[in-house]
């Protein structure tokens, strides 16, 4: 396999967009990634979108958005993982360069979620879990997360106040993130007092709803080099992907998600990294339970210890390993599709020194961890500079 | 959510209204509902195994914003149930009274309405899960 490089990463202003459409949002990332590369053309495209079809009634994305771009003509596929399509999309995209098949490829992903009502999207979104044996009989998608925090806390003893304690932290994180949807902090006792969605979840526990897109431009080493000027050169050294059971009740342990953990071990093998060298992570808050049982699936921290790590700061900013210092989910947003590529282009950032008041000083090697439905699927990158 | 097709709702009858599951004739996992493969050893050849009534909630919820199909319900609980000799599925906890749902409570599963009219304009039935 070639090595593959990182050579631009673009978004747009996340958000609820209503003047703006999802080709439009999407051109925006991809120009801006463009750009940032310095190529106006490139070999193929993915796009990561988990439901174009049910929340804008629109599929057959791959087409219409090269033809967008004005690149009708170039290989073009549209890459489906539910909330993990966007990661999937770059490994996809990952393996177009890495076989050789093509030398630059542009990685997109997108969603646009605000055009349908309240109710049509948590639909669209509970078509990530078992519609038959799991949505059929009464359940949404923060219950079987919060059926999974139950199960955690009466293991481990987590606590409300720790998971609490992710939001506070992405949040602060977020303020600094200028594409962010939620640029303002939260206390715990504000998560704590919010609406309650499926206890013990409350509004401010879940991401939120999101119109936004994300674009990363990968390539081979060599043109990396060529296009390099003078930026640190990113690789991705190792990829992941993993499923596992697909509905939470057919799973062994309610507390364990090991799809995360197969997946990122193959991508640390992959690497020839132990999680002790990852310096900083953009991982998949989707809801506060969810970033506690991935450091520790991710092997950050022992089985159990999430909560009381995230509450000591080892997962801040400035603490032993910075988790999401994009603001994560929970503050940047959380647009399904676009949230995997997203993380790339947070650590590529991060790795070239460009991430401003959020920067992790001197961070070197990172790890993106994105994941779909309750972690039925799990997809894993570790990014490093390379000389 | 719609409430599924009448051919939808007609094919899952065996697992939905007799708790009918399979039970793995080379290794011994129950499934429920029925499959071609066993996820757990991959075999393909089962017998008919009808799913105890009784269970005990392994992890559990109380949903306070739903679906458009289950909006009138709320606030609702919603449970796994591991039942005895095998078998795990999720479901609404109901008709608890001065009780509070907890991990561990011993449950019996009943034939409830489960979801009304929808485009089909049928009526749904399965089971949920109450104390015993």
């Known amino acids: ?387 | 959510m719609t409430t599924p097709s009448a051919a939808r709702l007609t094919r899952e009858y065996p697992a939905r209204y007799r708790l009918e599951g399979a039970r793995c004739l080379a290794c011994g996992e129950i499934l429920y509902p029925r499959r071609l493969v066993c996820p757990a050893c991959g075999a393909r050849e089962f017998a008919v195994h009808r799913l105890s009534s009784h269970g005990v909630v392994k992890t559990f919820t109380v949903i306070h914003v739903a679906g458009s199909a289950f909006k009138h319900q709320v606030p609702y609980i919603l449970a796994v149930v591991a039942l005895e000799g095998g078998g795990t599925l999720t479901c609404e906890l109901t008709d608890l009274v001065d009780q509070q749902p907890e991990i561990g409570m011993p449950v019996e599963l009943q034939f409830r309405r489960i979801q009304e009219d929808g485009e089909a304009g049928v009526i749904a039935y399965g089971h949920k899960a109450v104390p015993r």
Not at chain 1, 24 to 34: E, F, G, S
Not at chain 1, 152 to 181: L, S
């Open chain 1, 1 to 387: 396999m070639r090595d593959v490089c990182i050579i631009g990463v673009g978004m747009n202003d996340w958000g609820e967009l209503w003047d703006l459409s999802l080709r439009t949002i999407w051109t925006q990332a991809a120009l801006a990634a463009l750009a940032d590369a310095g190529v106006d053309k490139v070999d193929a495209m993915t796009v990561g979108c988990m439901s174009g079809g049910l929340f804008v009634g629109q599929e057959h994305l791959g087409a219409l958005l090269a033809d967008e771009l004005g690149m009708a003509g170039i290989p073009a596929t549209r890459v489906e993982s539910a909330c993990a399509s966007g990661g999937v999309a770059l490994r996809t995209g990952f393996l177009e360069v890495a076989s050789g098949l093509a030398d630059v490829v542009l990685v997109t992903g997108v969603e646009k979620m605000t055009d349908c009502s309240n109710d049509e999207a948590t639909a669209a979104l509970a078509t990530a879990a078992d519609q038959e044996w799991e949505v059929f009989p009464g359940a949404t998608f923060p219950g079987l997360y919060a059926m999974m925090a139950r199960a955690h806390m009466a293991a481990f003893g987590t606590t409300r106040e720790q998971m609490a304690m992710v939001a506070v932290k992405n949040h602060a994180n977020g303020i600094h993130n200028p594409h962010a949807q939620y640029r303002r902090a939260v206390t715990v006792d504000e998560v704590l007092n919010g609406t309650m969605v499926a206890d013990p979840l409350t509004v401010l526990s879940c991401s939120p709803i999101t119109d936004g897109a994300a674009a990363v431009v990968l390539s081979d080493k060599e043109t990396a080099r060529r296009l390099a000027k003078g930026r640190p050169l990113v690789r991705i050294a190792g990829v992941g992907l993993a499923t596992d059971r697909m509905a939470l009740h057919n799973r062994a342990d309610l507390t364990a998600l090991n799809a995360v953990t197969a997946a990122a071990q193959k991508a640390y093998a992959m690497a020839g990294v132990t999680p002790e060298a990852i310096q900083v992570a953009e991982v998949h808050d989707c809801f506060t339970i969810a970033e506690i049982m991935i450091i520790e699936a991710l092997g950050f921290v022992p089985r159990g210890q999430g909560g009381p790590a995230t509450a000591a700061g080892e997962t801040g900013l400035g603490g032993r390993i910075p988790v999401n210092p994009s603001g994560g989910l929970k503050s940047k947003g959380h647009p399904v599709g676009a949230t995997g590529v997203a993380q790339a282009v947070e650590v590529t950032l991060q790795l070239r020194g460009e991430a401003g008041a959020r920067q992790v000083a001197g961070a070197r090697i990172g790890l993106t961890q994105n994941m779909g439905g309750t972690g039925a699927s799990s997809v894993v990158h570790v990014l490093e500079v390379i000389p």
